[in-house]
């Protein structure tokens, strides 16, 4: 559904996005993160058509936005960190004005009738928008996108400055609209990205440095990851038994229940441990009430991310490219099948 390829924008000798590649599927909710000045609006922005880029290509349904700008447009709904409202509008009357700029083909009537149930703004439909709420006034922005029917929405931190009542309304429309739309949704709430969106792209200054769903990054990153276990147990005889495994790092105390202790035991990096501290627990005949390991938090792989010195990340890329070009040179000197052998694997 949306493709981009290698997209580089620069402003002289300033890069805010370098050489940038990801494909995004149909009816797909995918988070856009990273810091300020990261290179997320920028990214956007050309997607949309809003700016050029200075190399590199997107296509969205096939259709490349510079070469064909009209008819990708076509495929994409958008709302701003700022909705483009007219306060001195109604709902009813801007929705309208939308819908003639967009130059709709659906039918005038039953299509904003369909937007306003669905996005629930058809008891405001007639109010000034400039006496709308914060949150109506989101949703009245989300309405607008969705003029045109497009396949593609791009929501630009759509829950910013709402309560929590209406955030958790927001969350649930988007994950709504996202069986029938490809969204992607840029945001500094993390738990909104974790909720809602089934892959994440991380940007840090204008790199692409992540691109897969939360947990199998929290496994990729978390090489010792911790081991959370509550055991009934007298609780120095229980830490002194986590001690004495092999492997173990480090074991703190966690919480003190009234018949148990929770413990956090830390593994050597690439051990793991739950096993015996399993089996050491059994065989002593201590009831264990809980025992899970405790992966990074989305917030944990976000910091991880951004926190990566800059020169890194070049260093990254380089070898990643090298790697490839490796692969590549094995696969090459691989020896060709004969005839046979072509005609068993057929």
């Given at each position: 559904m949306i493709e981009v390829k290698n997209?580089?924008?620069?402003?002289?000798?300033?890069?805010?996005?370098?050489?940038?590649?990801?494909?995004?599927?149909?009816?797909?909710?995918?988070?856009?993160?990273?810091?300020?000045?990261?290179?997320?609006?920028?990214t956007m922005n050309i997607i949309t058509g809003y700016l050029s880029a200075t190399s590199g290509s997107?296509?969205?349904?096939?259709?490349?936005?510079l070469e064909q700008p009209y008819e990708a447009k076509r495929q994409i709904?958008?709302?701003?960190?700022?909705?483009?409202?007219?306060?001195?509008?109604?709902?009813?009357?801007?929705?309208?004005?939308?819908?003639?700029?967009?130059?709709?083909k659906l039918p005038r009537?039953?299509?904003?009738k369909e937007i306003v149930q669905l996005i629930k703004i058809d008891h405001v439909y007639n109010r000034l928008i400039r006496n709308l709420s914060k949150g109506y006034k989101q949703r009245v922005g989300i309405a607008q996108a969705l003029i045109g029917n497009p396949k593609v929405l791009i929501l630009d931190e759509p829950t910013v400055g709402?309560?929590?009542?209406?955030?958790?309304?927001?969350?649930?429309?988007?994950?709504?609209?996202?069986?029938?739309?490809?969204?992607?949704?840029?945001?500094?709430?993390?738990s909104e990205i974790q909720s809602v969106c089934e892959r994440i792209i991380i940007i840090n200054q204008g790199y692409q440095i992540a691109d897969d769903t939360a947990d199998r990054l929290s496994a990729n990153l978390s090489d010792d990851r911790m081991v959370m276990v509550r055991i009934v147990a007298p609780p120095r005889e229980a830490?002194?038994?986590?001690?004495?495994i092999p492997g173990v790092v480090d074991v703190q105390v966690a919480a003190i229940h009234t018949n148990s202790t929770v413990f956090k035991v830390e593994p050597a990096a690439g051990t793991d441990i739950s096993g015996a501290v399993a089996e050491r627990a059994i065989a002593k005949r201590w009831p264990i009430l809980e025992l899970y390991t405790k992966q990074m938090s989305l917030e944990d792989i976000y910091m991880?991310?951004?926190?990566?010195?800059?020169?890194?990340?070049?260093?990254?890329?380089?070898a990643k490219a090298a790697n490839n070009t490796a692969w590549q040179a094995d696969d090459d000197q691989a020896e060709p099948q004969t005839e046979q052998q072509e005609e068993q694997d057929a």
């Open positions: 997209l580089v924008k620069a402003y002289g000798k300033h890069f805010a996005v370098k050489d940038i590649s990801f494909t995004i599927n149909d009816n797909e909710i995918v988070g856009f993160l990273g810091p300020n000045g990261a290179g997320k609006s920028t997107v296509s969205v349904n096939g259709y490349d936005v709904g958008y709302l701003p960190e700022h909705p483009p409202l007219y306060l001195d509008m109604t709902v009813k009357e801007y929705l309208n004005l939308v819908y003639d700029l967009k130059k709709t009537g039953p299509h904003l709402l309560d929590p009542k209406q955030i958790v309304e927001i969350r649930n429309l988007i994950a709504q609209l996202g069986r029938n739309h490809t969204v992607i949704l840029s945001s500094h709430i993390l830490k002194k038994m986590l001690e004495s991880h991310m951004v926190d990566q010195d800059p020169a890194l990340l070049d260093i990254h890329r380089e």
